[in-house]
C-alpha cells in the first residue's frame, strides 16, 4: 500500500485520483476499469488500484461521476459490477499467463516481473493457500503475482475462478462501498481523498495483521508441542520400595 501513498504525497500527478478525474472527467470510470484489469492480471504493481476504488465510490457518492440512469445507490450497483468484473477477468488472465508460461516468468528479472517479487508471493501462496487470493487483494504487489502464482503452481481452474471471484468481492465492495458512504457522509472528503487514503491504510491492514498473528501463534504452539514431543513423556515415578 505504500507504494501507493507515497507517489501520491510525492506529488506524482497519475497516483492522484483527484487530479485524474480533473484531467478526464466521468470518462475517469473506464480508465479505472483498465487500470484495475492491468494491475490485477498483467504484472504491473504500481497503479493506484486502492485509491481509484476508494476515490470512485466518493465520485460517485457526491455526483462527480454520473454515467448511468437511476439514483446514485444505482450508479454504486452499476459500477461494482462493471469494477469486479474488470478485476476478475484481470485475474484469469493472470492465471492464463502463469499455466502457460509459467517457469520463464519464475525465471525472470526484468524491471516489471522480479524473481523477488514471485518469491515472496509463493511463500505468501503456500501459507495460506485459497485465503491468499482473497486475502492478497488487499496488499500491493501481492495482488498482481499471486494469480500467476496461482497458475505456475497449477490451481485447478474451477477452484481458482472461485476464490479469485470471491477476493474481488471483498476487495471492490469493502473498498468502493466505503468511499461511497464517507463520500455521503463527510462532505470534506471530497476534496481531501489523499488523507483518506490512510484509512484506506488502517481498514486493509487489519485482516493482514489477523493472519499474521493467527499464524504466528500457530507457529509458537507447534514449537512447543515439538519441543514437548522430543523430550518425551516424563515417566512415572518408580514407587517406594517397601522396607523390611
Known sequence: MTEIVLPMFLGIDWMDPQWLLERFGAELFWISLII????CGLFFPFLPGDSLLFAMGIFIATGQIDLFPGSRLVELGI???????AAWLGNVVGYEIGRGVGQPLRNRD??????????STERFFAEHGKKALVIGRFVAFVRTYVTVVAGITRMPRHVFYLWSLIGGLAWVLTITALGFFLGENVP???HNIDAAILAILAFTAVPIAWEWWRHRRAHRRAARDG????VGPVPDEEPDRVTR
Request: no cysteine; net charge positive.
Open 110 to 119: 526484468g524491471r516489471l516481473i522480479k524473481r523477488k517479487h514471485i518469491a
Open 36 to 39: 484495475i484489469f492491468v494491475e
Open 227 to 230: 519441543a514437548v514431543g522430543a
Open 79 to 85: 459500477a461494482l459490477t462493471l469494477l469486479l468484473a
Open 188 to 190: 470534506w472528503l471530497e
